[in-house]
């Protein structure tokens, strides 16, 4: 937790910038992501969780405030998404405290001003003070002029009012604990219903299908699965029916049938193998995948780096928007690390009589009485061969 983290370096032109501090911030995330998982590794002895927790704080903090800084290099809608993946990262490390610290009975006032009006350098500020020697202000990073916000609005004393005494309202729901401890109704099924929670985070599974119900529909501010082995996640019903993910990112997958639905920012992909991806997405990004077949419709050219066996088809008709009308560049593909006139061997086109046909899409791939995991996972190829 105490390694230095270089800051971004702005300076370049502005295609060069926009293309590194893309990079920069998906390896941020990623790292801030891997520490808030392993804050209970950590002893609640000698202070050692508590640095763990102001050090990602101050790291969150120093993230949204060099996005701010990025303002007119980037396009402004590239902004806000990384204004809302810093949105999840915030809420994410709200939740792992929440498994930890003491739930507080009662609040003092205090003459510090309200958590509602800080801004990003508040925010700054605030974390550069917890790091120097005092505790840490729960939600400090709320905001309402910011993207940052993770306490919710009735956490918070309206300005005039006096704090009462009375137990504050609950923690958010632990979703990856209720897939983790229960089957869905009906059967093996998971549908967990994220109707308390702004982003979807699945977490640390290994063979369990997990359907969104469209009571997720809310829940799409981004979205994030990590480590899963062996699993079926769709999440194709609330993105779909509801509102797409701002962001998407997968990581440390393996041996998984992935129906991401839709994306309205960018898709990262990273360290996924032998395991089957659908999505739409205005832009994807995979980095060091390797056998993996991607049903894909993308606005953009897919972008591939330290890839190997990558295969790309476009998506099925039952998973494409009814009257589509972006153009798809699935078969259009970059590897940032194959520079030669040459067409890449990190990538291939799936043959038509290798796609999987509609039917397993519609029929197989929901699962239903009779049908388990390991079947559908053996059915569209991903184990057995």
Not at 9 to 14: D, E
Not at 133 to 148: A, K, T, W
Not at 355 to 380: C, F, H, N, Q, S
Request: one cysteine or more; glycine letters at 8%.
């Amino acid at each position: 937790m105490d390694t230095a983290v270089a800051e971004f370096n702005r300076s370049g032109t502005q295609s060069n910038v926009k293309e590194r501090f893309y990079r920069y911030f998906q390896e941020q995330c990623t790292e801030i992501q891997e520490q808030t998982g392993m804050l209970e590794s950590h002893s609640a002895v000698g202070g050692e969780r508590k640095d763990a927790v102001e050090h990602l704080v101050a790291a969150i903090s120093r993230l949204s405030d060099e996005v701010a800084d990025l303002t007119g290099l980037v396009p402004a809608y590239d902004q806000r998404i990384y204004s809302q993946a810093i949105k999840a990262l915030s809420e994410n490390l709200q939740e792992s405290r929440a498994k930890f610290e003491p739930k507080p009975r009662f609040q003092f006032k205090t003459s510090q001003k309200n958590g509602s009006a800080i801004s990003l350098n508040d925010a700054a500020e605030l974390a550069a003070e917890k790091r120097s020697g005092s505790g840490l202000r729960p939600g400090f990073m709320s905001s309402n002029e910011s993207s940052m916000t993770t306490t919710p609005a009735n956490l918070i004393t309206p300005p005039g009012e006096r704090d009462t005494l009375g137990d504050l309202p609950p923690f958010p729901k632990n979703y990856n604990e209720e897939i983790m401890n229960a089957a869905g109704p009906g059967g093996p099924i998971r549908k967990p219903s994220f109707s308390q929670a702004t982003n979807v985070n699945i977490s640390g599974h290994s063979g369990v299908h997990i359907i969104l119900p469209s009571s997720a529909a809310h829940a799409t501010a981004s979205g994030s699965l990590t480590r899963l082995e062996k699993c079926i996640v769709d999440m194709s019903v609330p993105t779909t029916n509801g509102a797409p993910f701002a962001g998407l990112a997968l990581q440390n997958i393996k041996h998984s049938l992935i129906i991401a639905g839709h994306v309205a920012g960018a898709a990262h992909i990273t360290g996924v193998s032998d395991s089957i991806i659908v999505v739409t997405s205005r832009q994807v990004r995979m980095h060091d995948c390797k056998n993996v077949d991607i049903y894909l419709h993308c606005a953009s050219r897919p972008i591939i780096e330290d890839c190997s066996k990558v295969r790309f088809s476009p998506i099925p008709e039952c998973h494409s928007t009814s009257g589509e009308s972006i153009q798809n560049h699935w078969d259009e593909v970059d590897d940032f690390k194959w520079l030669k006139a040459e067409h890449s061997p990190n990538w291939s086109i799936l043959p038509e009589k290798e796609r999987l046909a509609e039917e397993i899409w519609t029929t197989v791939v929901p699962g239903g009485p009779g049908v388990g995991l390991d079947d559908i996972l053996k059915k569209v190829g991903i184990l057995g061969h």
